[in-house]
């Protein structure tokens, strides 16, 4: 609460603040100390985009965990100015201890929140929220943490040099906002990929201390009393320690963390600049499984259910052009080789680290028919929707084949509007075809049914069918993942002309997973599901 006072008189500094006995000139004090705001700002700001980038790789929803580590700290930062009035007296010693707390925990939050991801995330119930109420639980005490620190570096740099507060605050704010300006570059194009994010937060948290540390014992260290020095210098010292170790530790951690997420058969483990990449089994038996930010995106055990399911009712008809959007591990381009008469195949895939992993593993590219090796195969690694913009509108794709995360993910939700959808309907050919993976329907048919109504509204006409009997609950999170319930697929078929009718190509391969029959009681089981939407999806209004 704001507590009323009267004012003081212009420039007169509350009772305890004389002026600061330092080793140097106040005109190097007063650098030192906005030196240190600086530092200080890039560290905060980086444990705030650390928390964010993690709780969307581990969670979904970016917008969503975005928002709430966003609002949280800010409110927790208010809360913490408040707090900190208390602690100006013992200005120096109040921010030494501060900045060590706030270092050991930012710098150990990425590793907490992912251990609690890992071994406490299949657990159900509470337990299934832990990593949601732990991000909530961090990003309230960084922001206290955080905010207690203005204050008390006003304080500390007005003992330097008495000046009037505008102009103090204008400095300090000036340094911070470079500071955080900093921080938030240095995260995504250094730390981030260099380092990754459990060791880039640890660094992050060393240097924090080492800043917060060295401007107290070096430059207020006559502030403090001999028992106070030592306290600090241990506290320093012990939450260095601890980052050190954690470092030390950090990739023994990931591999038990991996483990835990994705079982003991973790052959390939990679984070790339887009997403973090596991693949497990395709050795000795055991069915290959392939998971994209914690998520099941390949299952061994049912992927010909899913593909088959995908591609063969859009290829009942011309298909000599085909244009896949995603699918970077080949599994939709091989069901799209097996038919002869294809004369080009085109793959739009976000990462090309998947497509190097579907190209070079042999389990994958075992799975996958070896597809990357037939010269009707061309790949692009961008993103699909700046593909569709920025190729020349021309109807040329027999078949376009969306093969993309669900519509629930945020990072998809572009890829399931009405703009995408249209510039989709300017490359298919006049009696083309779009399949689109649109989830699962039983647990999620508010979004299927959106996906459906926002293909309709740009222009196509849609026949939705589902798919069950799927075990690997591809796409979900990994509560849903641990479940044994059978799941679904859902699809929709659709075209510019006139309703496309389900069925399969004549000529064509026959699939080991479905007939006519199939298909027919699968649009008849998708119907079944249907639900009222309120509007298509579009990009600055999504529905999922």
């Not at 579907?358 to 009707?376: E, F, I, Q």
């Amino acid at each position: 609460m704001i507590e009323p006072h009267a004012p003081a008189p212009p420039g007169a500094p509350p009772p305890w603040a004389g002026p600061a006995r330092l080793p140097v000139r106040q005109g190097t004090g007063r650098f030192l100390v906005l030196a240190c705001v600086f530092v200080c700002a890039a560290c905060g700001l980086v444990y705030e985009l650390e928390l964010v980038a993690l709780a969307s790789y581990l969670i979904g929803d970016s917008v969503t965990q975005a928002s709430v580590v966003l609002s949280v700290m800010v409110f927790a930062m208010g809360i913490g100015s408040l707090a900190a009035k208390r602690l100006r007296r013992h200005a120096a010693a109040a921010f030494g201890a501060i900045e060590a707390l706030l270092a050991l925990v930012g710098g150990c939050s990425a590793m907490v929140l992912y251990a609690v991801f890992a071994w406490t995330g299949d657990w159900g119930g509470l337990w299934a929220s832990g990593p949601r109420w732990l991000l909530v639980a961090f990003s309230l005490a960084i922001g206290l943490l955080i905010g207690a620190e203005v204050p008390l570096l006003m304080e500390l740099i007005q003992r330097i040099r008495r000046q009037d507060a505008g102009g103090a605050v204008a400095d300090l704010f000036a340094a911070d906002y470079v500071g955080a300006l900093v921080g938030g570059l240095a995260f995504p194009f250094l730390l981030l990929p260099l380092l990754g994010q459990l060791t880039g937060a640890m660094l992050t948290g060393a240097v924090n201390a080492v800043a917060g540390g060295a401007l107290v014992l070096g430059l207020f260290r006559r502030d403090l009393t001999r028992r106070a020095r030592w306290l600090l210098l241990v506290a320093n010292l012990a939450v260095l320690g601890v980052l050190a170790t954690a470092t030390v530790l950090v990739d023994d951690f990931e591999q038990a963390a991996r483990e835990a997420v994705y079982g003991k058969d973790v052959r390939v483990a990679l984070q790339t600049g887009v997403r973090e990449i596991a693949l497990t089994g395709g050795t000795g038996g055991r069915p290959l499984d392939l998971y994209l930010d914690g998520r099941l995106r390949v299952s061994g055990a049912d992927q010909d259910r899913y593909h088959e399911a995908l591609v063969h009712p859009a290829m009942n008809g011309p298909h000599a052009r085909v244009l896949v959007l995603g699918g970077g591990d080949g599994l939709a381009a091989r069901e799209v080789l097996r038919h002869p008469d294809v004369r080009r195949v085109d793959i739009v895939a976000l990462d090309g680290a998947v497509v190097d992993l579907a190209r070079s593993d042999p389990a994958l590219s075992r799975l996958n028919g070896h597809v990357y090796g037939d010269a009707r195969v061309h790949v692009s690694t961008q993103d699909a929707f700046r593909r569709l913009r920025t190729s020349a509108p021309v109807p040329s794709y027999d078949v376009v084949i969306a093969d993309l995360p669900d519509p629930g993910v945020t990072a998809s939700t572009k890829l399931y509007s009405e703009e995408f959808y249209g510039l989709v309907r300017r490359v298919l050919a006049p009696e083309g075809r779009l399949v689109v993976h649109a989830g699962p329907v039983a647990s999620r048919p508010q979004d299927f049914w959106t996906v459906e109504a926002t293909l309709r509204a740009a222009g196509l006409r849609t026949t939705p069918y589902r798919v069950g009997g799927c075990r690997s609950a591809a796409d979900s999170d990994r509560t849903a993942q641990t479940s044994r319930t059978p799941r679904d697929w859902g699809f929709v078929l659709a075209s510019r002309e006139a309703r496309p009718m389900l069925g399969l190509d004549p000529r064509g391969p026959k699939p080991t997973t479905l007939t006519r029959k199939s298909l027919r009681a699968a649009q008849r089981a998708a119907e079944a599901t249907r639900v009222a939407v309120p509007a298509a999806s579009t990009l600055v209004h999504p529905r999922y």
